[in-house]
C-alpha cells in the first residue's frame, strides 16, 4: 500500500471515529459565558432598564449592587451553573410594585436586548426565557 493511501485511510479514520466521540452537552450557564458571560449579561441588562422610561421607577428605589448580585446569582443557578439562589422569591420581590403584563412584556424585551448586546445566540436565549417564563405569574400583579 502506497504512503499516500496509507495517509488517507488514516486521516478518514481519524475523521470517522473523531465524530463518534461522545462530547458532553455544555449547561446553559456554559453557553451564556459562564459567570463573565452571565455578569456581562446583567450589567447590559441594568443598562437597559438605567435607560428605560417605562421600566425605570419600578428599579428606582432599589440598590443596584444588590439587584446586580441577586440577579447574577439567579441567572446562574436557573442556568444549571455552581450557583445556589438564596434570595427572595419572585412573588416577595414584586410584591406591591404593580406590575402589569405590558411592563413584564417590556422588561423581557430589554433582556432580550441586552442577550443581544452581550453577544448571546438566539438559541440560548430562547433557552434561558424558557427557564424564566414559570416566574412569570409571580410577577404580574393581579
Not at 70 to 91: E, K
Request: charged letters at 20%; aromatic letters at 8%.
Amino acid at each position: 500500500m502506497s504512503m499516500w493511501r496509507k495517509c488517507v485511510i488514516g486521516l478518514f479514520a481519524t475523521i470517522m471515529l473523531g465524530g463518534c466521540q461522545n462530547t458532553p452537552e455544555q449547561t446553559l450557564y456554559q453557553r451564556l459565558g459562564g459567570q463573565q458571560g452571565v455578569e456581562k449579561l446583567v450589567d447590559n441588562f441594568i443598562n437597559q432598564i438605567g435607560h428605560d422610561k417605562q421600566i425605570f421607577h419600578f428599579f428606582a428605589d432599589s440598590k443596584i449592587s444588590h439587584f446586580r448580585q441577586g440577579f447574577i446569582q439567579h441567572l446562574c443557578a436557573v442556568s444549571d451553573g455552581p450557583c445556589r439562589y438564596t434570595g427572595d422569591s419572585m412573588v416577595d420581590i414584586h410584591t406591591g410594585m404593580m406590575v402589569k403584563e405590558g411592563d413584564f412584556n417590556h422588561v423581557v424585551e430589554l433582556l432580550i436586548n441586552a442577550m443581544d448586546d452581550s453577544g448571546i445566540e438566539t438559541p440560548v436565549q430562547n433557552a434561558l426565557l424558557a427557564r424564566l417564563a414559570p416566574l412569570r405569574s409571580g410577577i404580574i400583579y393581579r
